[in-house]
């Protein structure tokens, strides 16, 4: 009976080694396994922090020539600005000479006349038209309209809200503007401009037939100004 029970105690034994050798090898494994995806996790984050030291150089460099080319615009719009007043001077003085009976009212003369809040809503729509913020240029233009009624300079406030809406693309509302001063103030020396601006409107929308009749109107009612010279080479 004792040898019986030695065999048993035997065979229980060489069960349990086997099933701890069969543990440990799988143990073993496991823990090669973990050692092997923690290299891989290693050498993939060095990887994202070399990309992401990439990016960041790019993203610097991005921004450097964003703000580079920010500022060239920059300047070149203020040098287009210049050089619009500059334009608008000349054809202003080559008017009062073809036209002595009628002299053009500068706006330094005629801003004049107006009081100190108004002239300060004149003054500041205008110079958010020269710096390019047409919206903002609208809305002073406008809000001069109203508090000077009928004085001086509403025609040309009206002219710059043309200008504005123009240079927003927005054609229809700029020749509507236009179209009001030529209406309301047909005396008004802005009038030859705004006709031959509403012809270079339509003529940039493809409406040939259009610009033609403002053309042919500047050159039919001011036959003498520069805006009717102007015409008649568009029609050439």
């Given at each position: 009976?004792?040898?019986?029970?030695?065999?048993?105690?035997?065979?229980?034994?060489?069960?349990?080694?086997?099933?701890?050798?069969?543990?440990?090898?799988?143990?073993?494994?496991?823990?090669?396994?973990?050692?092997?995806?923690?290299?891989?996790?290693?050498?993939?984050?060095?990887?994202?922090?070399?990309?992401?030291?990439?990016?960041?150089?790019?993203?610097?460099?991005?921004?450097?020539?964003?703000?580079?080319?920010t500022n060239e615009l920059?300047?070149?719009?203020?040098?287009?600005?210049?050089?619009?007043?500059?334009?608008?001077?000349?054809?202003?003085?080559?008017?009062?000479?073809?036209?002595?009976?009628?002299r053009v009212l500068a706006?330094?003369?005629?801003?004049?006349?107006?009081?100190?809040?108004?002239?300060?809503?004149?003054?500041?729509?205008?110079?958010?038209?020269?710096?390019?913020?047409?919206?903002?240029?609208?809305?002073?233009?406008?809000?001069?309209?109203?508090?000077?009624?009928?004085?001086?300079?509403?025609?040309?406030?009206?002219?710059?809200?043309?200008?504005?809406?123009?240079?927003?693309?927005?054609?229809?509302?700029?020749?509507n503007a236009l179209q009001?001063?030529?209406?309301?103030?047909?005396?008004?020396?802005?009038?030859?401009?705004?006709?031959?601006?509403?012809?270079?409107?339509?003529?940039?929308?493809?409406?040939?037939?259009?610009?033609?009749?403002?053309?042919?109107?500047?050159?039919?009612?001011?036959?003498?100004?520069?805006?009717?010279?102007?015409?008649?080479?568009?029609?050439?």
């Amino acid at each position: 009976m004792q040898t019986k029970e030695i065999r048993t105690y035997l065979q229980l034994l060489t069960l349990v080694l086997v099933v701890f050798a069969s543990t440990g090898c799988f143990s073993r494994q496991r823990f090669s396994n973990y050692g092997w995806q923690l290299d891989s996790l290693k050498y993939y984050t060095r990887r994202l922090d070399s990309l992401l030291v990439v990016q960041s150089t790019e993203i610097a460099q991005l921004s450097t020539d964003l703000y580079t080319k920010t500022n060239e615009l920059s300047q070149k719009f203020d040098m287009l600005n210049s050089r619009l007043g500059e334009s608008e001077t000349q054809i202003t003085q080559l008017y009062s000479k073809i036209n002595p009976s009628q002299r053009v009212l500068a706006d330094s003369e005629a801003i004049a006349q107006v009081s100190p809040e108004t002239r300060l809503l004149y003054e500041s729509a205008y110079k958010n038209y020269v710096k390019g913020n047409y919206q903002q240029a609208i809305d002073g233009f406008g809000a001069y309209q109203k508090a000077a009624h009928d004085g001086p300079l509403v025609d040309n406030a009206l002219y710059w809200i043309g200008e504005s809406h123009a240079a927003l693309g927005q054609l229809q509302r700029a020749v509507n503007a236009l179209q009001e001063l030529v209406s309301k103030y047909p005396n008004s020396p802005r009038v030859p401009t705004a006709l031959y601006r509403m012809g270079i409107i339509y003529e940039e929308a493809k409406d040939q037939k259009s610009a033609r009749y403002y053309y042919n109107q500047v050159i039919r009612d001011f036959p003498n100004s520069p805006e009717a010279a102007l015409a008649r080479s568009k029609l050439q």
